[in-house]
T-cell receptor, first 114, second 111 residues
């Protein structure tokens, strides 16, 4: 079944740790996105990719980095986590079928940095 | 001024009520308008999609776009407890442009 996966679902870590949030999709989509979502706030785009070896920063400045070595995989890395990074991180993908803007979201990773 | 404004609620209604959810926007270049539904601890999923102005109906859901007023609405008829979720509006300038989201409105439908 075509889907988009995120692991871990929940992560509690201490300050200064390096973390990688995983995102994989089996939908065959070229475009992938990372959003940050805080309670009562808009989804903010922090990274996006339109294909392999293509990554761009989004509208919200983030200390995280991303890579796109394989079409289906779009991991997000924080080299040194801080309490200000505590948030929900959502991964999404979109393809070339109509409606062209439809983004399919993963279940999210809720990150807490102590 | 934010590009997209959405009242975060919360909104609580009895089962069977008609629900009206709204967003306003400032960027006249937006042409694609979407409503996403997000259940607790889940990712958003696309509910309705409209291009340019007009109405679109899908079962109990109706999406309206008024580009002259820069105002979009989502109506839910005969609301059900299973409709309890956060509803996010989203819009885009074009098919290859990024989405801009509203804050989302938390809806609770009470049995």
């Amino acid at each position: 079944e075509a889907d988009i996966y995120q692991t871990p679902r929940y992560l509690v870590i201490g300050t200064g740790k390096k973390i990688t949030l995983e995102c994989s999709q089996t939908m065959g989509h070229d475009k992938m996105y990372w959003y940050q979502q805080d309670p009562g706030m808009e989804l903010h785009l922090i990274h996006y990719s339109y294909g392999v070896n293509s990554t761009e920063k989004g509208d919200l400045s983030s200390e995280s980095t991303v890579s796109r070595i394989r079409t289906e995989h779009f991991p997000l890395t924080l080299e040194s986590a801080r309490p200000s990074h505590t948030s929900q991180y959502l991964c999404a993908s979109s393809g070339t079928e109509k409606p062209y803007n439809e983004q399919f979201f993963g279940p999210g990773t809720r990150l807490t940095v102590l | 001024q934010k590009e997209v404004e959405q009242d975060p609620g919360p909104l609580s209604v009895p089962e069977g009520a008609i629900v009206s959810l709204n967003c306003t926007y400032s960027n006249s270049a937006f042409q694609y308008f979407m409503w996403y539904r997000q259940y607790s601890r889940k990712g958003p999923e696309l509910l309705m999609y409209t291009y340019s102005s007009g109405n679109k109906e899908d079962g109990r859901f109706t999406a309206q776009v008024d580009k002259s007023s820069k105002y979009i609405s989502l109506f839910i008829r005969d609301s059900q407890p299973s409709d309890s979720a956060t509803y996010l509006c989203a819009m885009s300038r074009g098919s290859n442009y990024k989405l801009t989201f509203g804050k989302g409105t938390l809806l609770t439908v009470n049995p």
